[in-house]
């Protein structure tokens, strides 16, 4: 009876082939699109006339830029006392939209720089994309501390500039810190970003049916011919600006943090700040990554190339740096009780039990720490609507968690009689809603104008780049192995 | 050495002889019982200055051990392929977690000399009082018993999971490991978190700070590198795995040893430069004990072996990719990381300056002796790799 094919063996097997499937790996690009396919349908975003979706959201976009604009311009003319800032609050929205916008400006560099070092390859999809997102979340956050200092006519004095009266900043200051970390985050993040770019650029050019179009395409692809010796160079700068740009992820949010916590007041002083801030970046910049690129797959029917999967790993990074987050607010209260302190013990009870509790419950809470629990699932990471949802929650969360953390720590001081609260102003209101007017315009723009997919990263991975690739059927071990693989 | 894997190792697997290096595990054998013979000595002559010796040893250890703990739940919970060829050695070596609950044993017995919270009775202090939620007897031995059960199992688990593939292939294995190893992570963080602060800054019941865990975490995961390092490369001289690893993994192991050597840097400079900048007595106290009289030249050593040094000696290529070199760095960062445990643990006994004794390098030997007489024995007991791992292969021909 040695060959009989007992039931557990037939459960065994089928067991098994199951297993198989969960190991074996996906390709990062689906039903086997070819280089052609690559390039024409992400091209045909660029070249195709915008439909009237994108006017129609352009406009409304533009419009709500405008306001916000005009906003910023009756609180310059106006003065600072148009926002609701008041004593004990005087840093509230604007400094809290500040750390919202950056903090939404880490999930590009992050994906370019740090997951390229660690050879994650279904990067590819979506860093040109979230890349762009970056820049227009750094340069929304750069409005607000130019503008909270009051009069924005000095607001050079930021910079170490000689001068006359012999002013100079506070080198010891972290305020000027982040004057120093944002702008070189940005001026790297754009030359990484448009790096990246030229190769794109030079097909646009080759495929301009308009003049106009092929010598402004032609100026900023810098003469790419795609040569041998170019993609040498290219690959090398692209690796440097890597290198480059990896410290600077964590050294910004990081420096943001010491605005914070090189301070002596409760809850804003605590030592864990630096990486907690940058999780908090990482976790909130994924969740808008998500936010514009939902839709956008949609809309271009981009299914095969940003595939279930790439959006399965951006939850699993939103599921790790949100437990991160939760760690740090767990530290936060266990320390905040730990250390005996009478003043962090009440402010920590002030952020759960005061008046801004419900910033904490619902922010801090349910969309930080509990929302992103969701995807331990699979079937979450896999559920387009759960992680639309998820990644709402996120966004929300974090800017809740900004603000109480800034007027939660600052609306009850040492001295009872001087407490208060914050209410925000119509100004207050529509500067931060006219922000999210410039970031989506400022998208909206680059996915009519630039490629928002990397098309020869994408290229890159695909098997039949692989110089032992044979056919679909009969892979080298290494391209096998290598190559269809995430 | 070849640059890459060009022969499919022996499907059954590579196996340790231990009958070949029987005189090594029976020096280590010797050197544990002298050791232990020397801790009772010490913990019976000097119990003070061998309680805090102690500690220093057994932290140095368990943050090596753990951190390899770390590496093998990271491997599986991310599915990672270029760990499979040395991922046994992690096992064996997180296996060893369970051991160290005996070594915990003399920490037990002289925590009167270790943690000045347990001799003060209640209602003498009021801020230690207004802990004692947290800092009882009670609450502390049962989260001791909860490390080490957590991480004697979990360590366990993983290992047999794999050694059983090794006999039968099965995948299922593989995947019984990566929930595991979901379970592990947060579970990781919180008992390694605790863990640092009930033994190691439990030496100074008034000393807080939110970083902490993440400082013993950050120093633990290059560590526990270092040595990985370190044991294959011997293994390699002993003539075994050069089929198996490559320069490849090594050019991998080295980058790691840098990012953690970064990663270490910005959370001690995080710490520190925070404490530093508010100045709050409470908070200072930690830091003004080390940095005064002979202590300050070790803290300086420290910043400067750790980051200074290794940083820019990882930052090449060429170091990663040479076995000699690369060993050579991992043993240095593997003192620096004993310089850390040390700065950490004996101010807390010589306050005015370094007190180098005697009892310092007892426990060091008993420890590290013990754990190499049984990491000898568990090397013997399965494949040196894991030889029907479903991403071997990939594993094999990995290209950086």
Redesign the interface.
Known sequence: MADAITAPDVVRAE??DS??S??KRVPLVLNRRNFRWITDRISGVVEEPAPRWWWVTFAITSLTAAFGLFCLGYQISTGVGTWGLNHPVGWAWDITNFVFWIGIGHAGTLISAILFLL?QKWRTSINRAAEAMTLFAVICAAIFPGVHVGRVWMAWYLAPLPNNYGIWPNFRSPLLWDVFAVSTYFTVSVLFWYTGLIPDLATLRDRATSKIKKFFYGIFAVGWRGSNRHWRHYEMAYLLLAGIST?LV?SVH?VVS?DF????LPTW???????YFVAGAIFGGFAMVLTLLIPARAIYKLQDIITIQHIDKMAKIILLTG?FVA??YA??FF?A?????HYERFAFANRVLGPYWWYWWVGMLFCNCLSPQLF?FRWCRRNIYVVYFVSMCVNAGMWFERFIIIVGGLHRDFLPSSWGMFYPTWVDIWTFIGTFGIFTSLFLLFIRYLPMIAMSEVKIVLPEADPHFQSAEQHH??AA??KE?? | MSERANVVPMPEGEFFEANRFAGKSALFGILALIGIVLSVVGGLVAPHQFAYSWLFGFAYFFTLLIGCFFWTIVHYAVDAEWTVVVRRQLENIASLLAVMAVFFIPVLLLRHHLYEWMNIPRGQEPLLDSKRLYLNMPFYLGRCVLYFVFFGAAAFLLRRFSVRQDRDGNPWWTLASRKLSFLSLPLFGLCLTFAAYDWLIGTDYRWFSTMWGVYIFAGAAGSSMSLLVLVITALRSAGYLRDVVTLEHYHIMGKWMLAFTVFWAYIGFGQYMLIWYANIPEETQYFIRRNVESWNVLNLLLVVGRFFVGFPLLLLRGPKKQPLKICVIAGWLLLMQMLDIYIIVLPALHGTGVHLSIWDFVPLLTIGATLAFLFLRVLGKASLFPNRDPRLIESLYLVN
């Open positions: 067991a098994s297993i198989e969960k190991l050879r410290p964590l990081s010491f916590a090189t301070s002596i002083h605590t030592t864990i700040f630096p990486p437990s760690y740090a530290m936060e320390v009780w730990y250390s005996g302190n331990w071990p290494v192995g290598g693989r995430t």
